[in-house]
């Protein structure tokens, strides 16, 4: 709508963020900028990734962005743990940077170094499918003055 502050927002938090942002959408102004079919001002860049947008209609968007919040933890997890599974096919060096904190560019080079020494071992189809959950999302709620009552 004409003056309204939340676009803006939504813009600068997309490019922050690109496409390790997650966000659960009140119902109300947010959703008719974000989910007006059949456009979206959401993109994707050249390797096809961008927000992941969704919608609950039942005024629980606390409850329905926490959902989306543990869910990530949990993938995260289970991911970490397949990786301490194949920490002996890996070099140390990779190995010893996929458990330290690292930037989201540094992460996917990690990841992609992870797919490429992982190419071809048995029993690793799982964690290379499931790789990118080590890099770190960012859940965010948003919704507009309504949701705010």
């Known amino acids: 709508c004409s003056g309204c502050g939340e676009t803006p927002y ?3 938090l997309t490019q922050l963020y ?3 942002m997650l966000i659960a959408n009140a119902t109300g102004c947010s959703s008719i900028y974000g989910g007006n079919l059949p456009s ?3 993109t994707t860049d050249a390797n ?3 927000p ?3 919608n609950s209609l039942f005024e629980d968007n606390a409850e329905f962005g926490l959902g989306f919040r543990l869910t990530v933890d949990q993938h995260r997890q289970r991911v ?3 990786l301490s599974e194949f920490a002996d096919k890996l070099p140390a060096e990779l190995n010893a940077a996929l458990h330290a904190e690292a930037t989201p560019e540094d992460r996917r080079e990690q990841v992609a170094a992870l797919r ?3 190419a071809g071992v048995a ?3 799982e964690l290379l499918t499931d790789a990118d959950a080590l890099v770190e999302k960012s859940v965010w709620l948003i919704g507009g003055d309504g949701w705010a009552y």
């Open 123 to 125: 029993g690793a189809e």
């Open 48 to 50: 096809g990734r961008g």
């Open 116 to 118: 490429q020494a992982l």
């Open 40 to 42: 979206t001002p959401y």
């Open 18 to 20: 690109g496409d390790r």
């Open 10 to 12: 939504i813009k600068l």
């Open 80 to 82: 970490m743990r397949l």
């Open 52 to 54: 992941a947008w969704a």
